[in-house]
């Protein structure tokens, strides 16, 4: 027809998206849509947000059901060819134990996040974006479910992650982050994950796990990684438009806005210790090192972005120069943690090999050598005499982060990092400025906070025993736990890897 | 190539120990329930939503329904995203053809003047229907209990989209943008479509989410779905073949979303005397509100007679009634 | 700061009451220039318990396998709380010192600095 021909794409994508909402009048728009005003942002005319994508639900159904194939038909010959026998090493499985334990159900919550604002949001070129994020979400946790169903098969550490989201201690972190974003106003939330993590952060996860996967033979994770990129591609625009349209909005909003930076970039930033943590130390082939990712991505790109936001009177995130001040010790204090409480992990730990710990003091010239190596190496030690460090006592955590207190001074990496504050007459503790500036700025919140440590002393976690707790926490004590040297999976992997030789010699 | 020899390489478990606690023990599990089952988060909130003083982010009671297990919800159809795409690109692209062969033909030219704004009158002004029931189920989708209902709510809620999208190209191929529009004036001012809207708008404040279920995918669509793509598609006469093609994907979804629909009703409802009796007391208030919205939508626009209305709402309440539903007057 | 929310008054609940430990407070301890422990723990104590029991019977349990630990001269070890120095005294109760519910306190061994002096 000649009408429609003479549509734009712009004007058609409109007529299918914001052309189908209406004003309501038998009930007042702000009961319609109630959660629209109490975070103080100000929006004068929704029409004014411009479609980040443009996919009406029939091109979706094509293009996502066309890499959902292609992702599946991979998966399904991987399995049949019991692809996890092509990984560099049994260690690297633990990185991706990780991954499935702490950023699957996250992915999940993320979409419960834009399912909410795919109803809630006022304007309705937002709220159909939302919901395509909401259901790519959806695409997200089940790809990764079913790609790594197959180790789930094979391996320890998989099996129970369903449970340990909700109990196990350091999924805590993720757990508390997301519940935080979960729970705050619908701007708030899309400044979190859509702007903060999206857009700000997503790729220091993407990177490090599909790079790291590709590095080290995983195509299973990998598959679903590179189809998972489309999909991030447009997270990220959605992140940067819902920034722009609220400081395009009205200029009562940019401190707000501001504030929520400072804060869900901390959050992200602390959460991210743990993908510091696996880059540096979980993957046996290397890709890049933390530091070199951070500068890559924060320092640089990240700079360049909020040169570019400064035009609407945003600065860098507050703590930011903290954050490139720890960029050399981050992943190190981490991996030492989780190492020494490696009887409470839902994964392996080990000492890095003499390869590995070269390659971190090239990485790390100004501090591997200095402050951690010899840590390492008096483990290794005392590993060797039969003494392998598992700490029993419980680790003090921060109020915020919930990570245990391990971080150091930003200007004294040998000394711990401690703050504290009060509140209403009850003490709490920090693991940096960043964290109690959080605490400070909305402390009804965070004192509701569920630090697994107090829980575990108040009696709410199936036990008094260390043993109880983490069988109430979903792990198989002496299976999933301990040192990578003589687990289940080394031992399987060896056993695996000579018959294959055996076979291979034979045909 | 080196084939490794299963045999030698024995898989420790089949599945996940969430996934096995359902299936009553370690057996090998569908893509679906490992995709499926239990995803959302049920202990240790940490924080009270800034939104919702009553509730904890995830929360049962949100709803007057009560159940042992929120994950009895099976969906008949086994969706997972990757099956949901699938099965929908292949409804998309009957779809597009039927769409391509009705414009390439140029087969709306063979309608009359009088059928075309028949047609338009009806469907046009649904696509604000559709995109009430995308709030609605979108509503469902955010606040029901457990991943097993929520999921499948958030496909729903995406195929009301994609239907209000099709309505929208139908508008555009009967009468381009002034025949869209003529629809969105209509619903929000003829009299006729005041009574749907008014129904639409009371349940976008309502709070129990699966109240909302019943009223919009049990009774709006129990309603609207056999008067129009049934009846008012076959009732057009000759003409309505044109139509038929273009609304193929309406009828085929309601086909088959429908066995999900009745699944949660029936799983529900045999849960437990209390909620039949509550899932009764919505099918009814709803029904008759609707009923009520719809009549002069078959009557003055649709062409339906009354005789046909009572019979969509006969096999309605029969449909319910089958589903455990326990409604009287039958 | 106030939570801006939906209701007026957001309040939120207290998770870790003193209350809430069945007659047990917190106190956490850390040893500085010893991050062999790599954070500072957790202990849930009984407020009458004499602080050199807590040392004795509960500190020394975690911090024992460092090498230093048997070496500590205790008359010469220091101890901090909220950055200033404190003195507690062993024959009295940990309530009689004064840390209350969730008290942080840390201490140094002066001449012992960890493996190869290196603060590990």
Redesign the interface.
């Known amino acids: 027809?000649?009408?429609?021909k003479?549509?734009g794409l712009r004007e058609k994508y409109r007529?299918?998206t914001r052309?189908?909402?209406?004003e309501?009048?038998?009930?007042p728009m702000d009961?319609?849509f109630?959660?629209q005003s109490?975070?103080?942002i100000k929006i004068h005319d929704w029409d004014k947000w411009e479609d980040p994508f443009r996919l009406?639900?029939?091109a979706?159904?094509?293009y996502?059901?066309?890499k959902?194939?292609k992702?599946?038909a991979i998966l399904d010959a991987f399995n049949q060819?019991?692809g996890h026998?092509n990984i560099s090493d049994a260690r690297y499985v633990n990185s991706i134990k990780l991954f499935l334990q702490g950023i699957t159900?996250s992915e999940?919550?993320a979409?419960?996040g834009f399912?909410?604002l795919?109803?809630?949001f006022r304007g309705v070129g937002p709220?159909?974006a939302s919901?395509?994020q909401?259901?790519d979400e959806?695409?997200h946790?089940?790809?990764q479910?079913?790609a790594l169903?197959h180790y789930?098969?094979?391996?320890?550490g998989?099996?129970?992650?369903?449970?340990m989201?909700?109990?196990l201690w350091y999924l805590?972190v993720p757990?508390?982050y997301f519940?935080?974003a979960?729970?705050?106003?619908p701007f708030e939330f899309l400044t979190a994950i859509s702007f903060s993590f999206e857009y700000v952060l997503t790729n220091l996860i993407f990177m490090p796990f599909m790079s790291g996967a590709a590095y080290n033979g995983d195509m299973a994770t990998v598959t679903f990684g590179f189809s998972a990129q489309s999909d991030e591609a447009r997270h990220m625009t959605m992140g940067l438009e819902v920034i722009k349209f609220m400081a395009e909005q009205d200029p009562d909003n940019i401190p707000i806005i501001q504030r929520w930076m400072d804060k869900w970039f901390w959050r992200g930033y602390r959460m991210l210790v743990l993908v510091a943590m696996m880059m540096d130390y979980m993957l046996p082939k290397k890709v890049m090192s933390w530091s070199e990712a951070w500068e890559m991505y924060f320092e640089q790109a990240g700079g360049a972005l909020f040169e570019d936001l400064a035009r609407y009177g945003f600065r860098m995130p507050k703590y930011a120069d903290v954050s490139v001040k720890e960029k050399d010790r981050y992943s190190h204090?981490a991996w030492?943690?989780l190492y020494?409480y490696g009887a409470a992990a839902g994964l392996h730990t080990w000492i890095p090999t003499s390869e590995e710990m070269e390659w971190m003091a090239e990485k790390y010239p100004n501090s591997f050598e200095?402050?951690y190596k010899?840590?390492l190496d008096?483990?290794d030690e005392q590993q060797k005499a039969g003494?392998r460090?598992y700490?029993?006592?419980?680790?003090?955590?921060c109020q915020v982060c919930q990570i245990?207190?391990?971080f150091t001074e930003p200007d004294d990496p040998?000394?711990?990092c401690?703050r504290?504050t009060e509140y209403?007459g009850?003490?709490?503790?920090f693991c940096s400025d960043g964290c109690c500036d959080i605490f400070?700025?909305?402390?009804?919140?965070?004192?509701?906070?569920?630090?697994p440590?107090?829980?575990i002393?108040?009696?709410n976690c199936g036990g008094a025993s260390i043993e109880e707790v983490l069988k109430w926490s979903?792990i198989e004590v002496g299976h999933d736990n301990l040192d990578y040297l003589g687990s289940?999976d080394q031992k399987?992997w060896e056993r695996?890897k000579h018959?294959?030789a055996v076979?291979?010699k034979i045909? | 190539m080196i084939e490794i020899r299963t045999a030698t390489i024995e898989p420790l478990r089949n599945t996940f120990d969430h996934v096995a606690r359902v299936l009553g023990g370690d057996k090998p599990a569908s893509r679906y329930l490992e995709g499926t089952l239990k995803l959302q988060s049920e202990a240790n909130f940490n924080y009270q939503a800034l939104w919702d003083k009553e509730h904890e982010l995830y929360d049962p009671s949100r709803t007057a329904i009560e159940m042992a297990d929120w994950y009895a919800f099976i969906d008949p159809r086994q969706f997972h995203y990757g099956s949901y795409t699938n099965a929908r690109s292949r409804q998309q692209e009957a779809a597009e053809s039927n769409f391509d062969f009705v414009e390439k033909r140029d087969l709306l030219r063979f309608v009359d003047d009088a059928a075309r704004q028949k047609m338009a009158r009806v469907l046009v002004p649904l696509r604000h229907y559709e995109w009430g029931a995308n709030m609605n189920n979108s509503f469902i989708a955010s606040f029901a209990y457990g991943s097993m209902l929520n999921i499948p709510a958030t496909f729903h809620a995406m195929d009301r989209l994609g239907i209000a999208q099709y309505l929208t190209r139908i508008g555009l191929l009967l009468g381009g943008v002034e025949t869209v529009d003529a629809g969105k004036d209509a619903w929000l001012n003829d009299p006729a479509w005041q009574g749907l809207r008014k129904v639409t708008e009371d349940l976008f404040v309502e709070k129990d989410w699966f109240e909302v279920f019943v009223a919009q995918n049990v009774v709006g669509d129990g309603l609207i779905y056999p008067l129009v793509y049934r009846h008012f598609v076959q009732d057009i006469g000759v003409q309505g073949s044109t139509v038929a093609m273009l609304t193929e994907f309406m009828s085929d979804w309601s086909d088959e979303s429908s066995k999900w629909v009745d699944s949660v009703i029936r799983i529900a409802a045999a849960e437990s005397e209390k909620n039949r009796q509550q899932l009764a007391i919505w099918y009814k208030k709803w029904k008759a509100l609707t009923l009520a919205a719809v009549r002069p939508i078959a009557t003055d626009l649709a062409g339906v007679s009354a005789e046909t209305l009572q019979n969509i709402e006969n096999a309605l309440d029969a449909r319910a009634k089958k589903l455990g539903l326990e409604i009287g007057g039958l | 700061m106030t939570v801006n929310a939906l209701y007026p008054d957001y309040q939120g609940k207290v998770r870790d009451a003193e209350s809430n430990f069945h007659g047990g407070r917190l106190l956490y301890v850390a040893w500085n220039r010893h991050l062999m422990f790599t954070n500072p723990f957790a202990y849930l104590v009984q407020p009458d318990m004499k602080f050199g029991d807590f040392v004795k019977t509960v500190m020394a349990p975690s911090f024992e396998t460092h090498p230093d630990w048997a070496k500590i001269d205790w008359t010469k070890v220091t101890w901090h709380r909220k950055g200033e120095s404190f003195a507690p005294d062993c024959s009295k109760t940990l309530k009689e010192n004064g840390l209350a519910h969730k008290a942080a306190i840390q201490f140094s061994t002066p001449g012992l600095d960890g493996i190869g002096g290196l603060g590990i």
């Not at chain 1, 027809?1 to 429609?4: A, F, G, K, P």
């Open positions: 027809m000649s009408t429609t003479k549509l007529l299918m052309g189908l909402g209406w309501t009048t038998y009930q009961k319609v109630p959660y109490f975070e103080g009406t639900m029939d979706y159904w094509k996502q059901a066309e959902d194939r992702l599946y060819h019991n026998l159900l999940y919550n979409h419960r399912v909410h795919g109803r809630q709220r159909v919901q395509m909401a259901l959806i695409r946790a089940q790809t479910i079913h169903s789930n098969k094979y391996f320890s998989f099996h129970g992650f369903q449970g989201y909700d109990r805590s757990k508390s519940e935080d979960l729970t705050a106003g204090e030492a943690a020494h200095q402050f010899p840590r008096y483990w003494k460090m700490c029993a006592s419980l680790p003090q955590l245990p207190a391990w040998t000394q711990l401690h504290e209403k009850e003490t709490y503790h400070k700025g909305e402390p009804e919140k965070y004192i509701q906070a569920r630090l440590t107090h829980q002393y108040q009696g979903g289940d399987n695996w018959q294959t076979e291979k045909a």
